[in-house]
């Protein structure tokens, strides 16, 4: 039953066949998304990535074989069809397909454990598990057609900029934002890590290149289950010498007008299936010093004691004052990794940032040490063993310009830009700690 394309191609895509084409013979090839059948009349509603077609079968006007063809369909089925298109004030988008041939190529294994139409809901898991059927649906489709241009318009705004991408191991020896998120793999004979960050080799990169970008994977063994953690995850690294903090800040917020304009015109059709209409932010963001929040949620009555991080209660407590995008910055030293610079006039506090929106940390970032001697200094004031860098500072004997950067978590940026509140939602085959598969 099942037949080969063979030598038939598709000749016009859904969004591409229009009452213009009237009277022209043309081959389209998708999935049966329902089949209706009205006494001598069947319609089929045919889907592919770009939306439906109405396929318009009469029983006296085809050959009898097509016909009883055509019955047997189900949904979800794979197929071709060649046929006129006719121009037809009844059929949705004004016009539809009279079929003269088709082949059936592939059936499916019923039931579905999905509703691929999206009207019969689902719990995210069920949806997870079925993850291809889900990403049929038109709200999950959206979200993925987003992230495609989102992508592409972060690399074209880096690369507008003046960065050059790179690509950094993702198997290494020693941790970069602490030991306790590490994936060990075993590597020939001794044990390896998989990276949580590029953060060592993309500063060292600095002394060469001075503006890199990275889009890559990073993984972190994150124990706990919350709706923004994941265990793999896309970041977007930026790392730029001769530059501050502020210098990287302002960069984030370009970045941010930048592609929530490019969606804007390029995602209309997807942001409207999500019922989102993206507000561009002004700029510059407002920025809350770290002690600015804690006597802002002091108010509200959470006392979060100097030097600590701030916990998902205090953020969520902070995103019913704050709801758009902001920074808070000058951090505790002693809560932010080892490369970040401590300030000249109180290296109690650093020159770290994060950027938030709401209750969402979007990205992290701030001015590195450049001077070895501190640097060895910082990562023992953290317990860290400064011999298992011995390859990350000695190129800081090599020419190590001041620099500063940021990482960026893509799916996060999405959940903001879709309005989704589980970043599971905005990752194709989401990993975490109770998930690895599909
Ligand atoms: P940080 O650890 O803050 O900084 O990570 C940067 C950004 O990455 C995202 N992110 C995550 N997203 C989902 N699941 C996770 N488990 C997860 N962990 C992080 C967040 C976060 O803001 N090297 C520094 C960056 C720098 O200073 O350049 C770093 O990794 O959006």
Not at 205 to 215: C, M, P, Q, R, S
Request: aromatic share 10%.
């Amino acid at each position: 039953m099942i037949e080969d394309l063979g030598d038939w191609r598709r000749t016009h895509l859904s969004s591409e066949i229009s009452p213009k084409l009237e009277g022209r013979e043309v081959v389209v090839c998708g999935w049966v998304q329902r089949i209706r059948q009205l006494g001598k009349l069947m319609f089929i509603v045919l889907r592919d990535r770009e939306g439906t077609l109405q396929v318009t079968v009469h029983r006296n006007k085809v050959k009898p074989t097509l016909f009883e063809k055509l019955k047997k369909l189900k949904n979800e089925y794979v197929i071709a069809v060649k046929g006129i298109v006719q121009a037809s004030k009844e059929a949705p988008k004004g016009v539809e397909i009279l079929p003269t041939e088709a082949k059936i190529l592939n059936i499916t294994n019923p039931p579905l454990p999905l509703d691929p139409t999206g009207k019969v809901p689902a719990d995210l898991d069920t949806r997870l598990d079925a993850r291809i059927i889900d990403l049929r649906r038109p709200k999950t489709f959206a979200i993925f057609k987003i992230r495609h241009v989102l992508l592409q318009s972060i690399r074209e705004f880096f690369v507008k900029n003046g960065f050059i991408e790179v690509n950094t191991p993702k198997i290494i020896a020693t941790a970069t934002e602490g030991g306790t998120e590490l994936f060990p793999v075993s590597y020939f004979d001794r044990v390896a890590y998989l990276a949580q960050s590029p953060q060592l080799y993309k500063e060292e990169l600095t002394a060469v290149f001075e503006k890199v970008f990275e889009i890559g994977p990073v993984f972190r063994a994150e124990e706990h289950r919350t709706t923004r953690h994941l265990a793999e995850l896309i970041m977007i690294d930026i790392e730029e010498a001769f530059a501050t903090a502020e210098d990287v800040m302002r960069t984030l917020e370009e970045l941010t007008i930048y592609v929530f304009q490019k969606l804007k015109t390029e995602c209309a059709v997807e942001l409207k299936t999500l019922e989102r209409t993206l507000e561009i932010p002004k700029t510059p963001f407002p920025r809350y010093t770290y002690d600015e929040i804690l006597k802002m949620l002091e108010k509200d009555g959470i006392v979060i004691p100097w030097g600590e991080d701030l916990p998902t209660p205090a953020l969520r407590k902070i995103g019913e004052h704050l709801k758009g995008p902001y920074f808070i910055t000058d951090w505790p030293t002693k809560s932010k990794p080892f490369y970040i610079k401590p300030r000249n006039d109180n290296p109690e506090v650093c020159e770290a940032f994060d950027f938030m929106w709401s209750w969402l940390e979007l990205a992290s970032g701030g001015t590195r040490i450049h001077n070895k001697e501190l640097l060895i200094e910082r990562l023992k004031n953290q317990g860290l063993n400064p011999e298992s860098f011995k390859y990350h500072l000695q190129t800081f004997d090599w020419g190590m310009p001041p620099h500063a950067g940021f990482g960026l978590g893509l799916a996060r940026l999405l959940m903001i830009i879709c309005g989704v509140n589980n970043i599971r939602e905005c990752v194709l085959f989401p990993r975490d700690i109770d998930r690895l598969t599909p």
